[in-house]
């Protein structure tokens, strides 16, 4: 029997295709750890971002939502979870998982699929302990490092690939100071997107903490912009041209 398909993202992924728009610099790096894979099953899709258009895809995204904004010319997709895959053993060459193990609710199950569906997995996750460490978290909201210790992220998914009997690759995937996917370390530069809702709403690690939480941390960053002591504090930052959040693309 397959899992039952649940939707986290009915509102969280209200307006998702207009603040999660793929980013070519991050694309040329999931680009690249494809390799030469000629067939992708994309899991946990969302609207398409970071599907390859030369080869032939297959996207698997849960939600209802989610799918409804996905281009007409995108890749056909499925709805289904990744812990019960609808497809025949070892059917495609690559199995692309972009930001969604944290999402699952049995990421053993989850990963143990993509391993029976494809050849070869490619997962973009990030390191908790290097992302506790960005300015947003330390500084402002605590509360996203509390919640995402509790999430599947780098270690886990290394160490369920590893059990498995593979061999995990692991190259830091670093930020553009101007990111065009507003994921939520995207906008380490521009601190004055983290004040729009809109631009939260689209960051599941913002939008499901206490929101009065949030607006508190929200106005003592509004504060700080104002009157400079947050550019005085990060100076170091304005020069970069990217950065290391702990985001990672890990593969088999």
């Keep these: 029997m397959r899992p039952l398909i649940s939707d986290p993202y009915a509102e969280l992924g209200r307006d998702y295709a207009r603040s999660r728009r793929p980013d070519p610099r991050v694309a040329a790096a999931i680009t690249a750890a494809l390799g030469d894979a000629r067939s992708v099953v994309n899991v946990g899709a969302g609207a398409g971002s970071y599907e390859p258009e030369d080869r032939d895809v297959v996207a ?14 995108a890749a056909p997709a499925v709805q289904a979870c990744a812990e019960g895959l609808p497809f025949a053993d070892g059917a495609f060459d690559v ?15 989850g990963l143990a699929e ?5 050849r070869r997995q490619v997962i973009v996750t990030w390191d908790q302990a290097v992302f506790a460490r960005f300015w947003l978290v330390r500084d402002y909201l ?4 509390e919640h995402e210790s509790r999430l599947a992220c780098l270690d886990r998914v290394v160490e369920e690939l590893t059990e498995a009997g593979q061999v995990p690759a692991v190259a830091p995937l ?11 370390g995207a906008y ?9 809702e809109r631009v939260r709403a689209g960051m599941s690690g913002v939008a499901l903490l206490d929101q009065n939480v949030v607006a508190t941390a929200v106005e003592r ?32």
């Design 188 to 196: 380490w530069r521009r601190p004055e997107a983290y004040l729009s």
């Design 95 to 109: 199995a692309l998982a972009v930001l969604t193990v944290h999402h699952w609710t049995d990421v053993t199950a």
């Design 221 to 252: 960053l509004r504060a700080d912009l104002a009157d400079g002591h947050w550019h005085r504090h990060h100076v170091g930052l304005l020069g970069r041209t990217e950065l290391d959040l702990g985001y990672r693309v890990v593969t088999t």
């Design 142 to 145: 605590p509360e996203i490092a």
């Design 174 to 184: 670093p930020v553009p100071s101007d990111c065009v996917d507003g994921f939520l």
């Design 114 to 118: 993509l391993r029976r569906v494809s």
């Design 60 to 73: 698997v995204e849960p939600s209802r939502r989610m799918i409804a904004q996905r281009p007409a010319t």
